[in-house]
């Protein structure tokens, strides 16, 4: 069982900024990508942006040049620093694992919970 916890959501002005973090615990004997995804009211769940363990790092295009995402690998932790956020980024944000249990080459997904992060004036 892996456990993620999201923190960081709220509520911003337009051209504000937050950060999100997750961290993940429990069984874990490696992680391959940590990302975050998003889901706005009526809309499918999008990839925002992922990090591989060497620190590779892919974003959406809605949010090249104003999104960073990190990872801590020692404590399993990733972060989304958001600056410049618009109203089109009001969502609900959740941390994603890649990662296997054991030394066995099978992998599995776990989803956080989702924090809501609110872009309004």
């Known amino acids: 069982q892996v456990q993620l916890v999201e923190s960081g959501g709220g509520l911003v002005q337009p051209g504000g900024s937050l950060r999100l973090s997750c961290a993940a615990s429990g069984t874990i004997f490696s992680i391959r990508v940590m990302g975050w995804y998003r889901q706005a009211p009526g809309k499918q769940r999008e990839l925002v942006a992922t990090?591989?363990?060497?620190?590779?790092?892919n974003y959406a295009d809605s949010v090249k040049g104003r999104f960073t995402i990190s990872r801590d690998n020692a404590k399993n932790t990733v972060d989304l620093q958001m600056n410049s956020l618009q109203p089109e980024d009001t969502a609900v944000y959740y941390c994603?694992?890649?990662?296997?249990?054991?030394?066995?080459?099978?992998?599995?997904?776990?989803w956080g919970q989702g924090t809501q992060v609110t872009v309004s004036s």
């Open positions: 990090i591989t363990g060497g620190g590779s790092a």
């Open positions: 994603n694992l890649d990662y296997r249990p054991t030394p066995a080459w099978v992998f599995y997904h776990s």
